[in-house]
């Protein structure tokens, strides 16, 4: 029998390399991915697996499409439908239930704080109900680096028993959804774990966040927005590394626990931007400083010896994966020229 994972947001920017890496790697894998399809372009990311022939499958329809193979599901809808969850839960029976469904941009969630809430931390706790309801095996939450809050240059890393201090509504959804996570664990003894990664780059990733937004503008020849003086500083993970470092934990991790997966590579916004436009042979001229974001974290580090002692360890070459993230959306123009949908809150100032 398939062993059978739901992949929750598997059309997002994270959610799209992890389901690739899945369907390439696990043939007795059958993939379910529930997405609401915040971005019309995304609709497509699968349109390789789901493939030629998908049309003499009896699930093919505008909600639900199946892959030639029968190994990949594509679900239009949202984990706050609990009707729907419902539904997918008793039919499936999945094995597995990995959550990278959030709405994930800072920006937005300082605009319209109450849907961040919502989504993320209620849409979590409607998924651990059913899981606890069908007995499912796993449950895996991504979270992110965020929720240990903001450090100074001097400050040692955050490790996995750092205090959670979230400062922007986004960050404290995710911390409010880890706490949910942990309170199935201990009160349930729902078997989860919490992985908590840094700033994600790579193919895939929606139009609105900064990487993209410096190679869309540098390539127009307009001008970069960076908030405040470009000094904060990210610590930055090739998407395909931590999807990597997911997957492992996923077959290796210990059940109610939390590991960090850091990239290793921290720089300043501006060193950022700078080392795109030198790849497009751009003029840093083109950057043009805005005011600051509202309780913009100066830094996030963390610590990723737990992860390192469980076995895996990211060792990737952060300039390379670079070029390769550029030449991605030079060879996928339609990427930077997108238009976000109705569904997704509607403001883009970064
Ligand atoms: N991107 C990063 O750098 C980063 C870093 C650490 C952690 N994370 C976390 O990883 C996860 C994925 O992030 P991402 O960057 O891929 O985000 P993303 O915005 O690119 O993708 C999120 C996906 O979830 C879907 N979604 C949102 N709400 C949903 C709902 N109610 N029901 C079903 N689908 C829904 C969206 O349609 C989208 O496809 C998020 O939980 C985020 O908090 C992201």
Same mark, same amino acid.
Request: aromatic share 10%; glycine share 4%.
């Given at each position: 029998?398939?062993?059978?994972?739901?992949?929750? &947001?598997?059309?997002?920017?994270?959610?799209?390399?992890?389901?690739?890496?899945?369907?390439?790697?696990?043939?007795?894998?059958?993939?379910?991915?529930?997405?609401?399809?915040?971005?019309?372009?995304?609709?497509?990311?699968?349109?390789?697996?789901?493939?030629?022939?998908?049309?003499?499958?009896?699930?093919?329809?505008?909600?639900?499409?199946?892959?030639?193979?029968?190994?990949?599901?594509?679900? *239009?809808?949202?984990?706050?439908?609990?009707?729907?969850?419902?539904?997918?839960?008793?039919?499936?029976?999945?094995?597995?239930?990995?959550?990278?469904?959030?709405?994930?941009?800072?920006?937005?969630?300082?605009?319209?704080?109450?849907?961040?809430?919502? *989504?993320?931390?209620?849409?979590?706790?409607?998924?651990?109900?059913?899981?606890?309801?069908?007995?499912? +095996?796993?449950?895996?939450?991504? +979270?992110?680096?965020?929720?240990?809050?903001?450090?100074?240059?001097?400050?040692?890393?955050?490790?996995? !028993?750092?205090?959670?201090?979230?400062? =922007?509504?986004? +960050?404290?959804?995710?911390?409010?959804?880890d706490c949910i996570v942990r309170s199935y664990y201990q009160t349930?003894?729902?078997?989860?774990?919490?992985?908590?990664? +840094?700033?994600?780059? &790579?193919?895939?990733?929606?139009? !609105?966040?900064? %990487?993209?937004?410096?190679?869309?503008?540098?390539?127009? =020849?307009?001008?970069?927005?960076?908030?405040?003086?470009?000094?904060?500083?990210?610590?930055?993970?090739?998407?395909?590394?931590?999807?990597?470092?997911?997957?492992?934990?996923?077959?290796?991790?210990? %059940?109610?626990?939390?590991?960090?997966?850091? &990239?290793?590579? !921290?720089?300043? *916004?501006?060193?950022?931007?700078?080392? %795109?436009?030198?790849?497009? *042979?751009?003029?840093?001229?083109?950057?043009?400083?805005?005011?600051?974001?509202?309780?913009?974290?100066?830094?996030?580090?963390?610590?990723?010896?737990?992860?390192?002692?469980?076995?895996?360890?990211?060792?990737?070459?952060f300039s390379k994966n670079l070029k390769d993230t550029v030449n991605?959306?030079?060879?996928?123009?339609?990427?930077?020229?997108?238009? !976000?949908?109705?569904?997704?809150? =509607?403001?883009?100032?970064?």
């Open positions: 029998m398939k062993n059978k994972i739901l992949i929750t &947001g598997g059309s997002g920017f994270i959610g799209t390399n992890f389901v690739k890496l899945l369907y390439k790697n696990y043939p007795n894998t059958e993939i379910f991915n529930l997405d609401k399809f915040d971005f019309e372009i995304s609709k497509n990311n699968h349109r390789d697996i789901l493939a030629q022939k998908f049309l003499t499958n009896i699930k093919q329809n505008s909600k639900h499409k199946l892959s030639p193979d029968n190994r990949y599901h594509e679900i *239009n809808g949202s984990i706050l439908d609990e009707e729907l969850l419902d539904k997918l839960f008793r039919e499936y029976k999945f094995d597995q239930v990995i959550n990278f469904a959030a709405q994930s941009h800072v920006d937005n969630s300082i605009k319209s704080p109450n849907i961040f809430t919502i *989504n993320n931390v209620i849409g979590t706790q409607n998924l651990l109900n059913q899981c606890l309801k069908n007995e499912t +095996s796993l449950f895996i939450q991504i +979270s992110t680096d965020e929720v240990y809050g903001s450090l100074k240059a001097e400050d040692t890393s955050t490790n996995e !028993e750092s205090t959670l201090q979230p400062n =922007n509504p986004y +960050s404290a959804s995710k911390a409010a959804a349930y003894q729902l078997p989860c774990i919490i992985t908590r990664s +840094s700033n994600n780059f &790579g193919p895939y990733q929606y139009p !609105e966040k900064l %990487i993209p937004v410096v190679i869309s503008n540098a390539l127009k =020849n307009q001008t970069i927005p960076i908030y405040g003086d470009g000094l904060n500083i990210r610590d930055w993970v090739f998407v395909e590394d931590n999807c990597k470092a997911i997957d492992f934990i996923r077959q290796n991790g210990k %059940i109610g626990e939390v590991y960090n997966i850091p &990239g290793h590579s !921290e720089i300043t *916004n501006i060193q950022m931007s700078t080392e %795109i436009l030198k790849i497009l *042979n751009k003029a840093t001229s083109l950057i043009k400083y805005v005011e600051d974001r509202k309780g913009h974290d100066f830094r996030y580090s963390m610590d990723g010896r737990k992860l390192k002692k469980l076995g895996f360890e990211i060792q990737s070459n991605w959306y030079l060879n996928n123009p339609n990427w930077l020229s997108t238009k !976000e949908t109705s569904t997704r809150v =509607n403001v883009r100032s970064k």
